[in-house]
């Protein structure tokens, strides 16, 4: 039978490869995908301890689920950002690369 | 859920989240995304969590991935050219995301309560709709207000960052 362990573990998994991917990753493209990977292992965990929290009149407690609603929408805003970010620096620079973006580089 | 289709969205979604670090074209990594995000859909609907699912697949699948899409052929990226890989910086971030994805485990190894089954929901709840919008439309009302205005000042701000300047 699967458990809560089993939802959080896997989320626990898909944090870490979205943080692999953007320690190692050195598109800025890429990057932001892996942002959104992040993003969303946090989103399966709220919404597995969501079910998990049955309330008394038998439904489960949909708080944490308005709260990813809520993640999902500034998700959304932040990848429009980002992308209009990148758009405005390739402009520039004609890169994405960010080893070739070492301007406030200490 | 049968534990067999729990592992297998669960696979599914690791395997593609760990391709679109690994694969070197955007547009392949793009792609790899949307099925992730199919995964994480598909284990969300396995919560009765109905309204997240779709719109899950709706923002993201949907919306968010045409984003990426329109972008990485706006910018023309062509895989990327085999820059030499650094491999120590990119072992070291590996480590990292090791060493986070251990100490998760271990956290959630110390909690006794996620050992216990999920309890039974004694009616479906098919309508998740409509107890989520009651919830924002009373409770938070206020936060819901806010994120519309985080949504008209991002709009705001893409123009303006997008816009070509006119000197």
């Known amino acids: 039978m699967i458990t809560l362990e089993h939802y959080l573990m896997v989320s626990g998994m898909l944090f870490a490869i979205g943080f692999a991917g953007v320690m190692v990753r050195r598109n800025i493209i890429v990057i932001l995908m892996a942002l959104e990977l992040m993003l969303n292992a946090a989103n399966l965990s709220l919404v597995a301890f969501s079910r998990f929290h049955v309330a008394a009149s038998g439904a489960p407690n949909y708080n944490?689920?308005?709260f990813v609603f809520f993640i999902i929408t500034v998700a959304a805003a932040e990848v429009a950002v980002g992308l209009a970010i990148v758009v405005a620096l390739f402009r520039l620079r004609q890169t994405t690369n960010v080893e070739d973006i070492t301007a406030l580089k200490f | 859920m049968s534990p067999f289709l729990f592992w297998f969205f669960a696979l599914l979604m690791l395997i593609f989240g760990a391709a679109v670090i690994i694969n070197r074209n955007p547009v392949a990594s793009a792609l790899s995304?949307?099925?992730s995000f199919f995964g994480l859909a598909a284990l969300f609907l396995s919560l009765d969590a109905y309204f997240i699912a779709v719109i899950q697949v709706l923002v993201y699948a949907g919306a968010i991935m045409v984003l990426f899409?329109?972008?990485?052929?706006?910018?023309?990226?062509?895989?990327?050219k085999l820059r030499k890989i650094n491999w120590i910086a990119s072992g070291g971030g590996i480590a990292v995301a090791l060493a986070l994805m251990v100490q998760i485990f271990s956290v959630v190894e110390k909690f006794p309560a996620a050992k216990q089954f999920f309890p039974p929901l004694p009616k479906p709840a098919s309508d998740?709709?409509?107890?989520?919008?009651l919830l924002l439309f009373n409770n938070y009302t206020l936060p819901f207000q806010i994120i519309g205005i985080v949504i008209l000042v991002a709009t705001i701000g893409v123009i303006i960052l997008s816009r070509r300047e006119t000197r």
């Not at chain 2, 899409?69 to 990327?80: H, K, N, T, V």
């Open chain 1, 64 to 66: 944490a689920q308005v």
């Open chain 2, 33 to 35: 995304l949307v099925v």
């Open chain 2, 69 to 80: 899409l329109f972008i990485i052929m706006l910018l023309d990226l062509r895989a990327e």
């Open chain 2, 128 to 133: 998740d709709v409509r107890q989520i919008g």
